[in-house]
């Protein structure tokens, strides 16, 4: 039972628009969000984060937008840079807490 | 910075061999996980830890044990390496007690059993 989920394998844009990555959650009990950025051959880095008592969180070019009524959590990032291209991972912890549950990953590519 | 060593970052192994998987945080880090990584599955939870000599099964456990015996050390266990086993592992650790929140990673070990 995929509770996080990310529907979309790959994103392809170019640099300087916006790039906007999706996410899904089915359970009701988590109450934060978090995204991480995954290189090749690296561990993943947290990138921003999100408080389910908040609808928005902003750092720099990343903003984290939650809807909770919908389950839904996007990432936008403006404008988008070559060194952008990753695979980001959404991720959710629970109210009683102790674990991240992570998406499949969807792999940005941001072209020059 | 926080700093999560993983011990390396290529292993090769052999169908059978029990196989240590070595991870150090250094920010005194209540919490430490293991996860594996496959393409289209995402990060998956095998075990993680709370405490010292504590541990809790995460949603894939089977064919893996860990062990805690130090706060800044986890390590993952595979006690008879079968080749789907074969895998990007991750390892983190988190510093606020009884929620994950932001974990912090190590590099990863790519771990490839023939």
Redesign the interface.
């Known amino acids: 039972d995929q509770q996080?989920k990310?529907n979309s394998?790959s994103l392809s844009v170019q640099e300087g628009r916006i790039s906007i990555l999706n996410c899904d959650y089915t359970n009701s009990m988590f109450d934060?969000f978090?995204w991480?950025k995954k290189y090749p051959?690296?561990?993943?880095?947290?990138l921003i984060?999100i408080s389910s008592i908040k609808d928005k969180n902003e750092d720099g070019r990343f903003t984290v937008f939650l809807n909770k009524s919908a389950k839904h959590l996007s990432l936008h990032i403006v404008p988008s840079q070559p060194g952008d291209s990753a695979v980001y991972?959404c991720?959710a912890?629970e109210t009683s807490?102790?674990?991240?549950?992570?998406?499949?990953?969807t792999q940005l590519t941001v072209n020059p | 910075d926080v700093k999560?060593t993983q011990s390396s970052?290529y292993l090769v192994k052999r169908t059978g061999e029990k196989v240590f998987l070595e991870c150090v945080q250094d920010m005194d880090h209540e919490?430490m996980?293991w996860?594996r990584q496959d393409p289209?599955?995402?990060?998956?939870?095998i075990y993680?830890s709370?405490d010292v000599k504590m541990k809790?099964k995460?949603d894939i456990p089977e064919g893996y044990s860990v062990s805690r015996e130090k706060k800044e050390r986890f390590s993952l266990i595979l006690e008879s390496a079968s080749t789907n086993q074969t895998s990007m592992y991750?390892c983190?650790s988190s510093g606020?007690k009884?929620?994950?929140?932001?974990?912090?990673?190590?590099?990863?070990t790519?771990l490839t059993v023939v």
């Not at chain 1, 102790?98 to 990953?105: C, D, K, M, N, V």
């Not at chain 2, 289209?40 to 939870?45: E, K, N, S, T, V």
């Open positions: 996080v990310q394998p934060y978090l991480y051959a690296e561990g993943p880095t947290f984060s991972f991720a912890e807490g102790s674990r991240l549950t992570f998406g499949e990953g | 999560v970052r919490n996980f996860y289209g599955l995402g990060l998956r939870l993680f709370y809790e995460g991750l983190a606020s009884g929620r994950a929140l932001k974990a912090f990673f190590g590099q990863g790519r």
